[in-house]
């Protein structure tokens, strides 16, 4: 650094100084911003998970449901569910002996 260069330097010690405030700021509105973005996702992360558990339910309760139709109408028509068993099992083996 040249001579001039600090003699200007300690000429403006206020520039400085602002500088070093607005820098000061700068940085603070950043971490601001960021904690405001942290909360931000954090409530979409919480609606997130709230809206997941509510599908969750509601593929349980559909569920439950078919496996209760499901099983009346095996008790119901024995042969039948036999048949399509049968039938699922020797198109599955016709498909895999393909390959």
């Given amino acids: 650094m040249t001579i001039q260069k600090v003699l200007f330097m300690e000429d403006r010690p206020m520039e400085r100084s602002g500088s070093a405030d607005a820098l ?3 940085v603070r ?9 942290a909360e ?3 409530a979409s992360l919480d609606q997130g998970r709230a809206a997941l558990s509510d599908l969750q339910e509601a593929l349980g309760q559909k569920t439950r449901a078919c496996l209760r ?3 009346t109408y095996v008790r119901d028509n024995p042969w039948q569910a036999v048949g ?3 039938g699922i099992g ?3 083996g016709v498909l895999v002996g393909r390959r």
Avoid: K, P, Q, Y
Wanted: hydrophobic content about 50%.
């Fill in 24 to 26: 000061g700021s700068t």
């Fill in 29 to 37: 509105n950043v971490g601001e911003a960021a904690a405001s973005a």
């Fill in 40 to 42: 931000r996702v954090g």
């Fill in 69 to 71: 139709t499901t099983d």
């Fill in 84 to 86: 399509i068993a049968a």
């Fill in 90 to 92: 020797l198109l599955i």
